[in-house]
């Protein structure tokens, strides 16, 4: 079992930046990939970006592309979601995940952390 603890979330206005941290404990090693998911009110949970636990290879959603960088600090053990240029629509709880191995998918999740945009 991996545990996932996210900090970072806030109020913000338009146009500013906020910096997400996971800190993933417990059964590191089985991690295949870590990735930033949200969920805006009455809205489904949508994937934002992922990143390969090894190699490092990233994918962004269309809608946070250019805006938004997932990173690895691997001495910190920790897992960065940079968020620029935030929208309004950008506001939602955002929840840190981890895919372990032999899993077919996120089945791992952190207890989500606020961001508000406003305009």
């Known amino acids: 079992q991996v545990q996932l603890v996210e900090s970072g979330g806030g109020l913000v206005q338009a146009g500013d930046s906020l910096r997400l941290s996971c800190a993933p404990s417990g059964r590191t090693f089985s991690i295949y990939a870590m990735g930033w998911f949200r969920q805006a009110p009455g809205k489904e949970r949508e994937s934002v970006a992922g990143?390969?636990?090894?190699?490092?290879?990233?994918y962004y959603a269309d809608s946070v592309k250019g805006r938004f960088t997932i990173s690895r600090d691997n001495a910190k053990n920790t897992v960065y979601l940079q968020m620029n240029t935030l929208k309004p629509e950008d506001t939602a709880v955002y929840y840190c995940?981890?895919?372990?191995?032999?899993?077919?998918?996120?089945?791992?999740w952190g207890q989500g952390t606020q961001v508000t945009v406003s305009s």
């Open positions: 995940a981890a895919w372990t191995l032999g899993a077919t998918q996120y089945d791992c």
């Open positions: 990143i390969r636990w090894s190699g490092g290879s990233t």
